[in-house]
């Protein structure tokens, strides 16, 4: 205290408060209409004292509120700052932030297809934008600060490597503030851009200031999660452990579950029949429970926009009168700026009619400027349920009091998955506005499908580790190796997060290595026989067995070999045995073995009982026996009683006559290939025999250690080769990536063109550039062709013959095909992941549209959603950018033009 100090030492302190009250960060503070929590208050000053920092703590803790103080900072320091997004909609939505508070003059935003005042001294970029900067040699001597806005975006698995570029090369003086989710691994995380950005404090927390409450709905009933008294039951952050399922709720699904209901169900094996609840029933539910506004995450488009379409037909009405009237005036003003010939290809009237009513739907299949009302409507309180597919949890500033799941999987593009524990706690995430309720709830809605066990778990487990998905890719290479030497270009990548993490795995390898060595010893010394070297007997046992075993698979593989022969030998109408499967007596095939798309499909079989059987490869343990033969109708449909009778009338009548013996015939001849040698094995068994260990009357003590030994010794080897693979694992793919510029010609020293392409298909774009396929080109054509280099339809779809609207764009995309035919081999030759086939199923929408067609006309006869060609079309801008930069200055006034020409209507807004 000031009265136990002695004068000079209480002025000294009264000039250190009234410095730190005249700080940047307390007129920070002052400015500000509410407190700030205490991770806030440590990760400002940080930044205050020329620290970067990590700040990691869940969706709705308030980390904008550090971004916006490094904001603020630079602005006191006169410096420039970056705020990076990961999507552009974060980006725009960031933009208007800024310029509400700092004044349009002083805010730009780059996001690729869109640039404004881009020397501001507050910028707002995509993540790329800003990788692009840095490679392409832009002055950042005035730069003071970078944000990472949703820097855990680094685990994903296609844009991730995006930030770890951006985090290795960028200036050294730049100060970065990176805000992340919660992820259990911020202390790795820190500690590596600790090693690449100098000093970064890592800032953790792990309190929600609104209280999550987990709730489960079944049927029309809503139900805690957990038992009053977990932690989790009272928003707090317990273990799963201390989590326990409430009863109640588990007593309410027994009946489903086949675990309860009555006796007499339970002797039959049957559950009480479920039905699961409407959407408009949960939404009742809610509104019941003052559970309003809520986001119903649906993992759909298609689903999302089913759920408003259910909402309609069921007259749900959340709106009041003067609500309604307001709504109207903001989607009549929204009408007039679109084309009125595109609103039915929009879905424009259930959309106004359901956003009048109080709902809308939020994905990706929207055009941006309906999300973004859905968006402020909610935000304002006008929207009561907002349907959405998981990709609104990504930072968009949507909160909710509810969040409700409808399932726990989704499409992950190849197969139906749980969603994991990091997801869950990004979409819940949503839940509880802070400032305006007291606490959050989320609610899953119960199936029998879904076991209460996942769902605790998911709730429980509230962080996830976050994983490096960093790799060199072709731009990247160029970019490096113009810059500096190859030495120098492989100590650079092997700085990255990626190889961090795997030399960070290795020590722990190399600990389980010395610890089995250790072991090891001990099982050799346990195993020593007086009677000679029993290792050596080991080995001979070893070796035996492996020999037996390989020739017990010849033996079988054979034998199968000779059931398919036989099988595939088959013909509708013979009559046959087949030893070892379920049917028994004599059968009539009646469909043949097929092998289609790589899938073989044995034959189908008529026993002698009448019954069809489709026979299954663990069905027929011998080779087939043939009988005889009878005619079975070219066209026999096996589903009509009709003529399954009539076909079995025929087998008797040919069995009773003796046209088809009834007993065992002989099997159909097959190859039945070399015979397997055993003269081998029984030289290793004499040598086995002869050993002096072999009569050692604790042969078999010996053997145990022995055996112990020996599986010792094979995960010892499957470690080494695993830390033979981690050590300077990046480095290795950096060579095999070189090894195809150099193939195609690109080095040593023509990669210009390369150094300017960014994007899945960089190496492929770069190449039709060089090739000079642009320079033959229409506006429509240069259009339509870049969007064969972008696009990717959302499922695999059989084209078929496409009609392509001019012959110099169908011979150019088809010799695109077959430059990445060629890039495919070199790339697979070098053992390299092959870049994405070129897609044209773009083409006639984004000719029409280039033309300029209206959109419902531009989009006449495809099932492309109008949000996904706005979406594709911008992309499309961002790659004509880049190919106009490095192609020909006639080709590029074209390409221009082609710009021009696609930038309008709805994307240009």
Request: proline share 4%; charged share 25%; glycine share 8%.
């Amino acid at each position: 205290m000031d009265e136990q100090l002695s004068p000079s030492q209480a002025y000294a302190s009264f000039r250190a408060r009234a410095a730190e009250m005249e700080s940047p960060f307390e007129t920070f503070r002052l400015s500000l209409d509410y407190g700030l929590d205490d991770f806030q208050i440590r990760a400002c000053k940080s930044l205050q004292a020329g620290k970067s920092v990590l700040v990691a703590a869940p969706t709705g803790a308030g980390k904008t509120v550090v971004a916006e103080f490094a904001v603020a900072l630079a602005d006191a320091q006169d410096v420039r700052v970056f705020y990076t997004a990961p999507i552009k909609a974060l980006s725009n939505q960031k933009y208007q932030e800024l310029c509400e508070h700092y004044g349009t003059s002083r805010v730009g935003l780059l996001t690729g297809d869109t640039t404004i005042n881009r020397d501001a001294q507050i910028v707002v970029m995509t993540t790329e934008v800003l990788r692009n900067m840095i490679y392409s040699g832009t002055d950042l001597t005035s730069l003071g600060y970078v944000v990472l806005d949703e820097v855990h975006y680094l685990g994903d698995r296609f844009r991730g490597p995006v930030w770890e570029e951006v985090i290795i090369h960028l200036p050294a003086h730049v100060a970065l503030v990176s805000l992340s989710a919660t992820v259990s691994n911020a202390e790795e995380f820190g500690a590596w851009l600790g090693e690449v950005r100098g000093s970064t404090d890592v800032i953790v927390s792990e309190h929600r200031p609104v209280p999550l409450h987990n709730h489960v709905s079944v049927g029309t009933e809503l139900f805690p999660l957990f038992e009053p008294g977990s932690a989790r039951s009272s928003g707090g952050t317990g273990s799963a452990g201390s989590d326990r399922i409430n009863r109640e709720l588990q007593s309410r699904i027994r009946p489903f579950t086949g675990r309860g209901g009555s006796q007499r169900d339970r002797r039959r094996g049957v559950n009480l029949r479920f039905r699961r609840p409407s959407r408009t029933t949960i939404i009742r539910e809610l509104a019941e429970a003052n559970l309003l506004p809520a986001i119903f995450f649906i993992f759909s488009r298609n689903g999302c926009d089913d759920a408003v379409e259910q909402c309609l037909t069921a007259g749900v009405d959340l709106t009041t009168r003067e609500e309604k009237t307001h709504i109207l005036e903001r989607i009549d003003a929204l009408a007039e700026e679109l084309d009125g010939e595109d609103l039915s290809v929009l879905g424009f009237h259930s959309f106004q009619a359901g956003l009048v009513q109080g709902f809308g739907a939020h994905h990706a299949g929207l055009i941006p400027v309906f999300k973004e009302l859905v968006e402020e409507l909610f935000k304002e309180g006008y929207l009561r349920v907002v349907f959405a597919t998981e990709t609104l949890a990504l930072g968009v500033n949507m909160p909710a009091r509810t969040v409700v799941l409808e399932k726990l999987t989704k499409f992950n593009g190849e197969s139906h998955v749980q969603i994991t524990p990091g997801e869950f706690t990004q979409l819940t995430g949503r839940a509880g506005r802070r400032g305006i309720d007291v606490e959050g709830h989320s609610v899953v809605v119960w199936h029998p499908s879904i076991e209460l066990g996942d769902i605790a778990s998911l709730a429980s487990k509230r962080t996830y580790a976050l994983r490096s998905r960093f790799t060199p890719t072709y731009n990247m290479t160029a970019n490096l190796l113009a810059r500096m030497t190859r030495e120098d270009a492989e100590k650079v990548l092997e700085t990255s997060f990626a190889q961090f993490q795997a030399d960070k795995g290795v020590v722990e390898l190399a600990r389980r290595v010395r610890k089995n060595e250790e072991a090891l010893a001990g099982y050799r010394k346990s195993m020593e026989c007086e009677r000679g070297d029993f290792y050596e007997y080991a080995q001979l046992r070893q070796t035996l067995s492996d020999m037996e075993k390989r020739a017990g698979r010849s033996r079988s593989r054979l034998k199968q070999k000779e059931i398919v022969e036989s099988l595939g030998a088959l013909r509708p109408g013979d009559v046959v045995t087949l030893p070892g499967s379920r049917v028994s007596g004599p059968a009539v095939v009646i469909a043949p073995m097929q092998n289609r798309d790589g899938v073989t499909r044995l034959p189908s079989v008529l026993t002698d009982q009448g019954k069809v059987w489709h026979l299954r490869p663990h069905e027929v343990t011998a080779p087939a026996q043939e009988l005889g033969r009878i005619k079975v109708p070219k066209n026999f449909n096996h589903r009509q009683a009709k003529e399954r009778r009539n076909l079995l009338a025929s087998l008797h009548d040919a069995l009773e006559s003796g046209r088809v013996s009834a007993s065992t015939g002989a099997a159909r001849k097959s190859s039945r290939g070399p015979k397997v040698q055993t003269d081998e094995i029984e030289i290793v068994r004499e040598q086995l025999r002869a050993h002096p260990c072999h009569a050692c009357p604790d042969r078999e003590i010996h053997a145990r250690w022995a055996n112990r030994a020996s599986k010792l010794m094979k995960e010892g080897a499957a470690l080494t080769r695993q830390i033979e693979g981690r050590t300077s694992s990046i480095a290795k793919v950096f060579v095999r990536v070189q090894d195809v510029l150099t193939t195609l010609g690109f080095l040593p020293d023509d990669s210009r063109i390369l150094r300017r392409i960014y994007g899945e298909r960089d190496l492929l774009t770069a190449m039709t550039v060089r090739a000079g396929m642009w320079d033959v080109l229409s506006e429509p054509e240069v259009a339509a062709f870049a969007s064969c280099l972008v696009y990717e339809a959302r499922r695999a779809e059989g084209l078929g013959r496409m009609r392509y609207p001019t012959a110099s764009l169908e011979a150019a995309v088809g010799e695109l095909h077959t430059m990445w035919q060629n890039l495919y081999r070199v790339e697979d030759d070098a053992r390299l992941p092959t870049t994405p086939e070129p897609d044209p199923g773009l083409v006639g929408a984004m000719f029409r549209w280039a033309e300029g067609a209206s959109l419902s006309r531009a989009l006449g006869r495809t099932d492309i959603a109008a949000g996904d060609f706005v979406r594709w079309t911008k992309q499309t801008l961002d790659l004509l950018g880049q190919v106009s930069d490095v192609c020909r200055p006639e080709t590029a006034v074209v390409i221009r033009r082609a710009a021009e020409a696609i930038r309008r209507g709805v994307v240009a807004d």
